[in-house]
């Protein structure tokens, strides 16, 4: 059974970082992706970057330059590294893996930024 388990969320000041880390697990071949997602009260769940096994990356506008996402293969790790965040950064964060035919999803970690 895959599981996504997240950590590194928090509160944090405007123009300060945050790591978030998702680790699967259950995993018995090539990720086809991994990610995040992000979900503000009140909206949709919202793409913010997406690294396939092959290393390419698809970010949001939003967080372009800001954020980093990376990847450790041989962990089944991602990690999303997140400066300069601001006040509308503010949302759950949830950890993503398209895995064979299925797509995952981790619990979700909050992170808020104060202004």
């Known amino acids: 059974q895959v599981q996504l388990v997240e950590s590194g969320g928090g509160l944090v000041q405007a123009g300060g970082s945050l790591r978030l880390s998702c680790a699967a697990s259950?995993?018995?071949?090539?990720?086809?992706?991994m990610g995040w997602f992000r979900q503000a009260p009140g909206q949709q769940r919202d793409l913010v970057v997406v690294?396939?096994?092959?290393?390419?990356?698809n970010y949001a506008d939003s967080v372009k330059g800001r954020f980093t996402i990376s990847r450790d293969n041989a962990k089944n790790t991602v990690y999303l590294q997140m400066n300069s965040l601001k006040p509308e950064d503010t949302a759950v964060y949830y950890c993503?893996?398209?895995?064979?035919?299925?797509?995952?999803w981790g619990q979700g970690t909050q992170v808020t930024v104060s202004s």
């Open positions: 259950g995993i018995t071949a090539t990720i086809n992706a």
């Open positions: 690294i396939t096994s092959g290393g390419s990356t």
């Open positions: 993503y893996t398209s895995y064979g035919s299925r797509n995952y």
